[in-house]
């Protein structure tokens, strides 16, 4: 008999026993949730979940996955999670501010919180204050910090696999290199056009509100340049940032100058161009002085103040002197500090 309840007990305790999952449970809550009330979990062309967010931002729903990174979709924001069936994971965010606020846990917590924090971490070492003064002794102590940096961060994820460990390291010297060829091209930009130092000049550009303007024309003002085009994405998403800018310096010493460099390459003809420029200025009521360019790309001023892309913001001082030759963009608070500061003197 007592070998028989034994016996009784240990079937109870298999058939108790959990069979391992063949899905992965997610979880979580979305701050200020986007409007289409959608979570996208997808992988490329070869797997798509659409979760639905309730009202108050939470969801849950079961997947069945191949072991792998995945991406998320909400809105307009994307997101990575790493997923294997069996998983019981979970995140939370604020829509507002998605990367920053982005926090796993359960299963796979480790990696996946590694991997958003070393994506996040490049923004500690190379800030805006470097970009908008950039020297190589700066740029060199920025990447030693983020190198150093990072190994402290891999440190504080125990769950981390080799994998992940070594696409994170791959992501730090992507970001080295890129970030170095950046910042190595502004800083060299200043080397050749230094601050003090005589500006390349305009002459004669057509005047959106007629005739034609000179650079010699604002000679006693400081002038704040912007080089752009209409078919420009992110010089049309500095736009509102700009009118703001023009707005809280109006009637002080100071003139803002867009230059349009559109030519036929992009409109098929350059009077196409110079009528895709005049619809637009027009159209979205854009202020201050507008120029079209003598020669596109090919203009003189653009090519001395070796413009390969924009937009680009030149500052030029009252007697026509350079300033900077890569200014903060109207959207950049830095932008404001530096007129203040040069308005006051």
Excluded at 45 to 50: L, P, W
Excluded at 139 to 168: C, I, M, P, R, T
Excluded at 204 to 233: F, P, R
Excluded at 254 to 274: P, Q, Y
């Amino acid at each position: 008999m007592k070998k028989i309840l034994v016996l009784l007990c240990a079937l109870s305790i298999l058939a108790c026993k959990e069979e391992p999952k063949d899905y992965v449970t997610i979880s979580g809550k979305i701050l200020n949730p986007h409007e289409s009330k959608t979570l996208k979990v997808y992988k490329d062309k070869d797997f798509e979940k659409v979760i639905t967010v309730n009202e108050d931002g939470t969801f849950s729903d079961t997947l069945k996955v191949a072991e792998g990174d995945y991406t998320l979709r909400h809105g307009d924001e994307l997101g990575s999670i790493y997923l294997k069936n069996g998983f019981v994971t979970s995140f939370e965010t604020d829509y507002t501010d998605f990367d920053k606020t982005l926090v796993y846990k359960g299963d796979g917590s480790d990696i996946n919180n590694y991997v958003i924090q070393s994506y996040l971490l490049a923004d500690n070492y190379f800030t805006d204050d470097l970009f908008a003064n950039p020297n190589s002794e700066r740029l060199e102590k920025a990447v030693s910090a983020y190198k150093e940096g990072f190994q402290k961060l891999e440190s504080n994820y125990k769950g981390l696999d080799s994998l992940h460990k070594a696409n994170g390291v791959k992501t730090m010297e992507g970001t080295i290199t890129s970030l170095k060829k950046y910042l190595s091209g502004k800083i060299a930009l200043r080397d050749a056009l230094p601050e003090g130092s005589p500006s390349p000049t305009f002459e004669n550009y057509i005047n959106h509100a007629g005739g034609t303007t000179s650079l010699s024309d604002l000679k006693g003002k400081y002038v704040y340049v912007d080089i752009w085009a209409t078919w420009c994405g992110p010089c049309k998403r500095e736009i509102p940032s700009l009118k703001k800018v023009e707005e809280q310096f109006h009637g002080q010493n100071i003139e803002f100058v867009s230059i349009s460099v559109d030519d036929e390459r992009r409109s098929g003809t350059k009077e196409k161009a110079f009528e895709a420029w005049k619809k637009m200025v027009k159209d979205k009521d854009l202020g201050g002085i507008q120029l079209f360019s003598d020669n596109a790309w090919q203009s003189d001023f653009v090519k001395n103040y070796k413009v390969n892309g924009i937009p680009r913001f030149i500052l030029i001082d009252p007697n026509g002197n350079i300033v900077s030759p890569d200014a903060p963009r109207p959207s950049n608070p830095q932008l404001v500090e530096l007129l203040e500061e040069k308005l006051k003197s």
